[in-house]
Nanobody, 121 residues
Framework: QVQLVESGGGLVQAGGSLRLSCAAS????????MGWFRQAPGKEREFVAA????????FYANSVKGRFTIARDNAKNTVYLQMNSLKPEDTAVYYC??????????????WGQGTQVTVSS
């Protein structure tokens, strides 16, 4: 089993940057595909980005492509989401998620508690 704890959220002005981190417990972190999702008030949770167990493959939602970068450090059991050129519509609670097996847009079954990102205009 893997447990996930996000950090790095906060308040930032439009155009600014934030880096989210997700620390995972457990010895099998490197066998999990990892993802970031977000949920804005009144909206459903949506996919943001994902990375394969090796880090060699990444997926992005169209809305963040070119602005966000997902990365992982298996030696540190940590996955990151670098967010640049932030927009007010990026405001949401961001969740880290894990799934065994191949990278995917859905099917994640382990979740962190979330971290709030607020982008002011």
């Amino acid at each position: 089993q893997v447990q996930l704890v996000e950090s790095g959220g906060g308040l930032v002005q439009a155009g600014g940057s934030l880096r989210l981190s997700c620390a995972a417990s457990g010895r099998t972190f490197s066998s999990y595909a990892m993802g970031w999702f977000r949920q804005a008030p009144g909206k459903e949770r949506e996919f943001v980005a994902a990375i394969s167990w090796s880090g060699g493959t990444t997926f992005y939602a169209n809305s963040v492509k070119g602005r966000f970068t997902i990365a992982r450090d298996n030696a540190k059991n940590t996955v990151y989401l670098q967010m640049n050129s932030l927009k007010p519509e990026d405001t949401a609670v961001y969740y880290c998620a894990a799934k065994s097996g191949a990278i995917a847009f859905s099917g994640y079954d382990r979740w962190g508690q979330g971290t709030q990102v607020t982008v002011s205009s």
